[in-house]
């Protein structure tokens, strides 16, 4: 069983520090108490190779992850290739229409068959020139005509499971994985309303942070630092204590409310769009967040949806993917729309800026001896709904 290493014991004691040589997942049992009485997770947590294979074997195989929006591969013989923690796939639209998602390895020797994304008619690998459409099916491949029990027909790039929720693209690497309906069908109780397939995007940031994933994660449920950090970004958030929110599954939530967000005010003039429910084109006000189960983080408004995607690199490492749509109809109401978008597109930038210096400072203390967690605030609720659900699903009850 891996073992967490290179722990101080002087920092054990019923603090939530794991002893040395203890096994993953020791330490854990005072941030499972409640709130009042809870602690933060120990470092090991945010740092220990072995418990990010781990996570990986538990969550990101098999979850259904959300990788793309379609309109992002719309056409015939678009492409996309990604990492999903070290696990390369293509997912691409086949000349029939549909999407398919794949392993981008050979089913030669395993070479990468497609690289970055674009529009192709056919890959070639580049190594002995097996080909293949854009479904993953082998259309050729050279002195294979006498290989016993080799059937072209059959051969093909080893599929992933692939679905659309409201224009997103999940992918799913269990096949034994139940349909995506099934996994997003709490999540969408709460934001289907929002009709998100008829939202179209104006625009996709990307950074990396030298952190955890799980702290970003835990960054975007943590009320308690608003103030602080973004009292100019983040104006007339609702305080930590008159905060409505439903809990879901493995972390996730979603908590409704009404305030004023200025940088909206270029999109108002549009109109909320025009599907929501008559209760929510009421009230222009009107904003909600939630979490979806491992990397999935929404705030929705009537006049845009903000979605931002953790994809862990490393025990260390973490990139973001931050996707602003807008209802689809804003692109023929409004020939400036881009000019409208260009503050919003630029605060979710400056947001995420505010935050990194505190996560990544957060991130190089926690490996280091004098790094003790602390008690959690009645503030960070949502923190320790996040983590406890987290350490049922890596540790169980
Ligand atoms: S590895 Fe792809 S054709 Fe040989
Ligand atoms: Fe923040």
Known sequence: MATVENIDPRKSGGRGRAAPGTPIGGGIEKSRLPLAEAWHLPGYIYESPELFALEKDKIYMKDWLAVARAEE?????????????????????????QLYAYYNSCAHRGVAVAAGRGNAAKFTCPYHAWTYDLSGKLLGAGFMDNVEGFDPETC??????????????????????????????????????FGQGRFKLTGKMESTFDCNWKLINENFVDLYHFQTLHPTTLVNW????????????????????????????????????????????????????GFLTPNFTTFVRPYSIAQIIVWPLGPNRTHLCQYITVPENYFDLAPDLMDRVKELHELMTIITEEDRPMIESLQKRVGTR???????????????????DYLERMFGA
């Open 73 to 97: 591969i719309a056409a015939p013989g678009d492409f996309m290739t990604f990492e999903i923690v070290g696990e390369p796939i293509v997912v691409s639209r086949h000349k029939d229409g």
């Open 370 to 388: 004098g790094f003790k967690p602390g008690r959690l605030s009645t503030g960070e609720f949502l923190v320790h709904h996040y983590i406890n």
């Open 238 to 289: 609702p305080k930590p204590g008159s905060y409505p929110w439903t809990p879901m599954r493995h972390g996730g939530y979603a908590t409704f409310y009404e305030n004023n967000m200025p940088v909206l005010d270029s999109l108002r003039p549009l109109g909320p769009a025009p599907w929501l429910p008559d209760e929510i084109k009421a009230k222009p006000m009107f904003g909600g967040a």
């Open 156 to 193: 093909r790039l080893r599929p992933v499971k692939l679905d659309v929720w409201e224009g997103w693209v999940f992918v799913n690497f269990d096949e034994r994985a139940a349909p995506l309906a099934e996994f997003v069908a709490e999540f969408a109780g709460a934001f289907g309303r």
